[in-house]
């Protein structure tokens, strides 16, 4: 039974910092890539940041050199860390994986996903 679990959002005043964390069951970190998008209220879901099973990593352009993502395989645990955070960066965010290799921000790839974590910034 796969299940993620984010946590870690909360409500942050302007360039403040947030570290969201995934964790779970049913699969591990370590043989598959994973990301992290972030819906807003009446926008599209959209790909944030993922790291393949190589451990590269890769970013949309908006939160490139703010946002850090990582993984800890003995946790079984990925991590987005969040630095300057912005207004428009506030969403819901979630973790994803599918089983893949390679990093892809394209969420349309990824079918396993948590319920989601909020993040505000005012």
């Known amino acids: 039974h796969v299940q993620l679990v984010e946590s870690g959002g909360g409500s942050v005043q302007a360039g403040e910092s947030l570290r969201l964390a995934c964790t779970g069951s049913?699969?591990?970190?370590?043989?598959?890539?994973m990301g992290w998008f972030r819906q807003a209220p009446g926008k599209e879901r959209e790909g944030v940041a993922c790291?393949?099973?190589?451990?590269?990593?890769m970013y949309s352009d908006s939160v490139k050199g703010r946002f850090t993502i990582s993984k800890d395989n003995a946790m079984n645990t990925l991590y987005l860390q969040m630095d300057s955070l912005k207004p428009e960066d506030s969403a819901m965010y979630y973790c994803?994986?599918?089983?893949?290799?390679?990093?892809?921000?394209?969420?349309?790839?990824?079918?396993?996903w948590g319920q989601g974590t909020q993040v505000t910034v005012s």
């Open positions: 790291i393949g099973r190589d451990g590269i990593t």
């Open positions: 994803a994986f599918d089983g893949r290799a390679y990093c892809s921000v394209w969420y349309q790839e990824y079918n396993y």
């Open positions: 049913g699969y591990t970190v370590s043989s598959t890539r």
